[in-house]
């Protein structure tokens, strides 16, 4: 079976510059999650969709936003880059179902790097 | 959200059993525990998850005790490639539940 996928793996972007990330859920799974990992630190939440609409943000600006597509894939959009949005961008997975355990699994990330 | 303690680091050798201890004095009646493993420039994968007593998969062992304030994250037989971070989350395991990770402990597995 295959798990959550990615795209790009990596990307090398400019200050300034606006990106768009990419994130294919398991098969079954409803609702995707996305994350920043600055090196170093912990994952830190920034978005969950589920049926093409937000369920949650994490403390991130304005400047980030993402939209959750009828096949349940996502993207995630950042503009006007600055070098701090270098980071590992990570898209988790889950059924989303409520009254029981609702497991994320990830993906292997997008490396975003801003010069 | 329950805020969880863990070492940041600990060093072990191939073959031992390691064990990783989580303190969540503040963990909610509705949270579960749930820890993950890392490698560099890879996402978390998901290890075990549980709510009490002992959980085991063919992974490892979660030991959680009665209180719940803690709780034991157990790799038996340790290898090489057992060598990643390590992180304990706590929180209701249920849809829209967002992923709070602290730090980690970062486990060195040496020859």
């Known amino acids: 079976d295959a798990g959550v996928t990615q795209s790009p793996t990596h990307l090398i972007k400019t200050r300034g510059q606006q990106v768009t990330l990419r994130c294919s859920p398991i098969s079954g799974h409803k609702s995707v999650s996305w994350y920043q990992q600055v090196l170093g630190q912990g994952p830190q939440f920034i978005f969950q969709y589920y049926e093409k609409e937000e369920r949650g943000r994490g403390n991130f600006p304005d400047r980030f936003s993402a939209r959750q597509f009828p096949n349940y894939s996502s993207e995630l959009n950042v503009n006007a880059l600055l070098l701090g949005d270098s980071a590992l961008y990570l898209c988790a997975s889950s059924f989303y179902t409520s009254g029981g355990t609702d497991t994320q699994y990830f993906g292997p990330g997008t490396r975003l790097t801003v010069l | 959200l329950a805020k969880t303690t863990q070492p940041i680091s600990m060093d072990s050798y191939e073959g031992q059993e390691v064990n990783i201890t989580c303190s969540h004095n503040?963990?909610?009646?509705?949270?579960?525990i749930t820890w993950y493993q890392q490698f560099p420039s890879q996402g978390p994968r998901f290890i075990i998850q549980g709510y009490k007593t002992k959980v085991t998969n063919e992974v490892a062992s979660l030991f959680i005790p009665a209180d719940r304030k803690s709780s034991t994250l157990s790799l038996p037989r340790v290898s090489l490639s057992d060598t990643a971070v390590y992180y304990c989350l706590v929180g209701e395991n249920n849809a829209g539940n967002m992923l709070t990770f602290g730090g980690g402990t970062r486990l060195m597995v040496k020859p």
């Open positions: 503040n963990i909610a009646t509705n949270d579960y």
